[in-house]
């Protein structure tokens, strides 16, 4: 790690899936040598999933720069649609040595034209819009590409933050911060694809998503005609 | 599930873990026919670790009662000392059909005199604390006993609640929730566990600890004798 402070700033809005960010977020403030700023495009409260409002974040315009840039997912196609976020979002991206997403923030990533041409991860049902923006899809649960490290759908941020504090720390810190959050996952169930989820549990996401699938398309569309 | 709302109060404090309550809570919060609501003892915003501010939270004496009472982990001592806090957490586990916790939340629980007898989850640099509130230490991940369900360390809450919605909504919402939140584990490394950690990856996180040990173990038995 460089002398220097290294700076993550995590992109937060509206309606993101808090667990996207909290994941990351619960490794990337164990990092030492890490300052980690919260930020979003207006600044104070915002609001996720699951009712949580996390009060207190910084304003994107007033943050000079970051070594690495950090973008949640969940109301993503919305966002990449929030003019004033993209353009905070593009200029920060301008200054960072590392770009990644969890979840369908890899779908901000590409609305703002920082994924041509490169492979990316995304959460299972919204991965077939990726190449909207001239990415491509990966279903890895974490995927590097050069500078760009995404991760799969909502739990994979856990996933994908070791990588990242391996990337800035060394494997030894990583491996510190698994073994302080025991991460030793035991699922109760293997129902975490829908290659591997029962029937009845892939039907009933699958109905869920369904009223979401036309809307969320046509907002990628629009996201992408800006590009 | 019962046809009237089942209730959910998370009960969260200053200093606490924020992936012991977020995870929980992505999970918690997509439980249909439940409603939760996030508390604490003087209510309004609660700083966690990692300098997340959690907004508007509602203060626990206003509510009257609930089916699941759950506790996080973190600075789980200090709170097992504030009596105003330990109040309100026996006056609704009397009223809730399920105590549960994640992480050192047990020892919240252990020092409401609620784990008397009972085996307990606990963070493993944590859990030889809980026989000081006569408390049966358990190493799974998820340990049920009785109307009790705790998780162990950080992550574990998200297995922990898993298990959690398959008891109050069935297998199959279980196994949709973690379709949904793509849960399909892939830790790039093996170290969450004291027993699998590479060496200097435990000598890390004990040398961090080290200096809490003797604090945390007096304001457990300051707690303990309490009882």
Redesign the interface.
């Given at each position: 790690m460089a002398e220097a402070e290294f700076l993550i700033v995590e992109s937060i809005y509206p309606g993101m899936?808090?667990?996207d960010f909290?994941?990351p977020?619960?490794i990337f403030?164990?990092i030492p040598g890490a300052k980690?700023v919260?930020a979003s495009e207006p600044g104070g409260?915002i609001a996720s999933?699951?009712?949580?409002?996390?009060?207190?974040t910084r304003r994107m315009a007033e943050i000079e720069r970051c070594d690495l840039l950090f973008v949640p997912g969940g109301a993503a196609t919305e966002v990449a649609n929030d003019e004033a976020f993209m353009r905070e979002l593009r200029r920060l991206a301008a200054s960072a040595r590392y770009l990644t997403s969890v979840?369908t923030g890899s779908l901000v990533l590409g609305a703002a034209g920082l994924l041509k041409g490169r492979r990316a991860a995304c959460?299972?049902g919204w991965r077939h819009l990726l190449p909207l923006f001239g990415a491509i899809p990966d279903p890895a649960?974490?995927v590097r590409d050069g500078n760009i490290i995404t991760g799969?759908?909502?739990?994979?941020g856990?996933?994908f933050a070791?990588?990242v504090a391996?990337e800035i720390g060394g494997?030894?810190?990583?491996?510190?911060i698994?073994?302080?959050?025991?991460?030793?996952?035991?699922?109760?169930?293997?129902?975490?694809?829908?290659e591997?989820?029962?029937p009845?549990?892939?039907a009933?996401?699958k109905a869920?998503m369904a009223p979401l699938l036309a809307e969320r398309a046509a907002a990628a569309e629009r996201a992408a005609a800006r590009l």
């Open positions: 899936t808090q667990l909290t994941g977020h619960t403030s164990r980690v919260v409260p999933d699951g009712d949580l409002v996390f009060a207190g979840c959460h299972w649960r974490v799969g759908g909502v739990t994979a856990i996933d070791l990588v391996a494997e030894t810190l990583a491996q510190s698994q073994l302080a959050i025991e991460y030793a996952p035991a699922p109760p169930f293997d129902s975490g694809r829908p591997t989820a029962p009845e549990a892939l009933a996401v869920r």
